[in-house]
């Protein structure tokens, strides 16, 4: 069975700092994506990462993919308060056998920027 | 193009009663989900469509949940009868048949269900 964990869960943090979110996957993989959540709102689709050493960057935020290492992160650049918001990476386990086209997702991470 | 349209935003039952949610995906999207996010976790998938047929069932408690996609457009979930711990928000998602790895997945505002 596919696990996804993100960390941290919940992540406070200053303007104008820099951060990172990490998210570990149990199963091979070259398709991970990230989304984001506001309170009451659905998933917004943030970034698409579908090979090893794949980065994609929009405006303060950059993801990343290791594949061998199983591993993505999020890395957010001088945080601002509209980025607060909840983090989720999800995974399609599609070279592992598993049925593709299908995401499993991790259990997000509650972002607050603070002045 | 149009989104994922899902009614009704939100609804409030007693245990034991049932309730339906439909979705309607992006025109021309084959394959249809329906997640079941509980407050504070991810989206579980409860049951993926391709067209019209049931591609993983897996997670769907069979028990008191169905789903069907009739002619491989738009879908219903239903549960009879609900129990205190299906209050969750049930999103549904939508992809293309060709690059849905590319283009990813487009998830609609789902339905937020509290049972009282």
């Known amino acids: 069975e596919l696990k996804v964990e993100q960390n941290p869960l919940f992540l406070s943090m200053q303007e104008e700092k820099n951060y990172t979110i990490y998210c570990n996957y149990s199963t091979t993989s070259d398709r991970l994506y990230w989304y984001r959540q506001d309170p009451g709102k659905s998933l917004e689709s943030l970034f698409v990462l579908l090979s090893n050493g794949a980065v994609k960057q929009e405006g303060r935020l950059m993801a990343s993919l290791d594949t061998k290492a199983r591993l993505s992160t999020l890395h957010i650049t001088a945080a601002v308060h509209d980025l607060s918001a909840t983090y989720f990476c999800?995974?399609?386990?599609?070279?592992?056998?598993?049925?593709?086209?299908?995401?499993?997702f991790g259990k997000g991470t509650l972002l607050t920027v603070n002045p | 193009e149009a989104g994922v349209a899902q009614s009704p935003r939100y609804k409030i039952i007693e245990k034991r009663q049932s309730v339906a949610f439909w979705c309607n995906p992006i025109?021309?999207?084959?394959?249809l989900y329906w997640y079941q996010q509980i407050l504070g976790q991810g989206p579980k998938l409860l049951i993926q469509f391709q067209n019209n047929g049931v591609v993983d069932d897996s997670q769907l408690p069979k028990d008191r949940f169905s789903a069907e996609r009739l002619k491989g457009v738009d879908s219903t979930l239903k549960i009879q009868p609900a129990k205190l711990e299906d209050s969750a928000v049930y999103l549904c998602a939508s992809s293309a048949k060709s690059g849905t790895a590319r283009r990813g997945y487009t998830f609609g505002s789902g339905t937020r269900l509290t049972v009282v």
């Open positions: 025109s021309g999207h084959a394959t």
């Open positions: 999800a995974v399609d386990p599609f070279n592992s056998g598993g049925s593709n086209y299908k995401l499993t």
